[in-house]
């Protein structure tokens, strides 16, 4: 196992950088170097293990992007990011192949972080065997345009294990080693309010398939919707569902608040020694 590979199985905060216009919590788009490089370099002052980049906005109903497009964000974001670190591990959040081999080709080796667990394109189980990538496999049906349409569940819980096992079986036949794989729940995509909410709950049940989880609800809608607040006032109420989330088995949290998350470990890791 590489150094990248090591850190999906021990437990850490993944900051978020979005290269984006149009991500839904405004405060994190960075698209400029400039910007991009201020946040790299306070998400790793204040603990951040990694650095999510993407050049493609996932909301629902948020508008697709050409392959050009998406990998001119993700270059500019990583060359502002390896102007501020020459090692910190970085993730690319992408469903492209393509992407995947530039990036690689340019800057040697990162993380995929595949919100379509390789359903989003043909090639993209190939590349990340033959390049040896740590990979994460994130949960959610159709695509950002199209998933709202989808969250049809008789058990939620079970029917996201059942879909990520089958994933599971995908990536061992492309000749993907297990070590190299995380899984993502997929809160907020394909999902109601209430099935994040019992996936949450169950989320153990996805821990027992075998491998590290990694869990981003940062900010997102079963918070502010639930609370009738905003995105940008929903900072407290996240860091109490970390809480819930490490005690579950989460490995991962990919947040934009890093310090405020890594606090949340730190807490956690006292109660844990008890």
């Known amino acids: 196992?590489?150094?990248?590979?090591?850190?999906?199985?021990?437990?850490?905060?993944?900051?978020?950088?979005?290269?984006?216009?149009d991500s839904f919590y405004a405060a994190s788009r960075t698209q400029t170097c400039k910007a991009v490089a201020e946040?790299?370099?306070?998400?790793?002052?204040?603990?951040?293990v990694m650095l999510d980049i993407g050049g493609y906005?996932?909301?629902?109903?948020?508008?697709?992007?050409?392959?050009?497009?998406?990998?001119?964000?993700?270059?500019?974001?990583?060359?502002?990011?390896?102007?501020?670190?020459?090692?910190?591990?970085i993730s690319i959040d992408t469903f492209r192949a393509e992407v995947v081999r530039r990036v690689t080709d340019s800057y040697g080796e990162v993380i995929v972080n595949?919100?379509?667990?390789g359903r989003g394109d043909d090639d993209m189980l190939a590349v990340v065997a033959e390049?040896?990538?740590?990979?994460?496999?994130?949960?959610?049906?159709?695509?950002?345009?199209?998933?709202?349409?989808?969250?049809?569940y008789e058990d939620v819980v079970s029917e996201v294990a059942g879909e990520l096992r089958e994933r599971l079986a995908a990536l061992e036949?492309?000749?993907v080693e297990r070590c190299r794989v995380a899984l993502d729940a997929g809160f907020g995509f394909a999902k109601s309010v209430e099935h994040n909410f019992e996936l949450l709950k169950g989320l153990h049940r996805l821990k027992a398939l075998g491998q590290p989880l990694l869990v981003g609800v940062?900010?997102?809608?079963?918070?502010?919707?639930?609370?009738?607040?905003?995105?940008?006032?929903?900072?407290?109420?996240?860091?109490?569902?970390?809480?819930?989330?490490?005690?579950?088995?989460?490995?991962?949290?990919?947040?934009h608040d890093v310090a405020e998350a890594c606090r949340v470990v730190k807490l956690y890791e006292k109660f844990e020694k008890l």
């Open 1 to 21: 196992m590489s150094k990248l590979d090591n850190l999906l199985w021990q437990r850490g905060v993944m900051a978020i950088i979005n290269a984006t216009p």
């Open 39 to 48: 946040r790299a370099a306070q998400a790793l002052c204040e603990g951040a």
């Open 57 to 89: 906005s996932s909301r629902p109903d948020a508008s697709d992007v050409e392959a050009e497009e998406e990998w001119q964000r993700v270059r500019m974001a990583v060359a502002a990011v390896r102007e501020v670190s020459s090692d910190v591990a």
């Open 114 to 117: 595949d919100i379509m667990a």
């Open 131 to 152: 390049r040896k990538l740590p990979y994460i496999a994130m949960h959610m049906r159709g695509t950002p345009q199209t998933m709202q349409s989808l969250a049809d």
């Open 173 to 175: 036949k492309a000749g």
């Open 218 to 255: 940062s900010r997102k809608s079963m918070i502010y919707k639930t609370l009738g607040i905003t995105p940008d006032e929903a900072l407290p109420a996240t860091q109490a569902v970390h809480w819930e989330a490490l005690r579950q088995g989460a490995a991962l949290l990919r947040v």
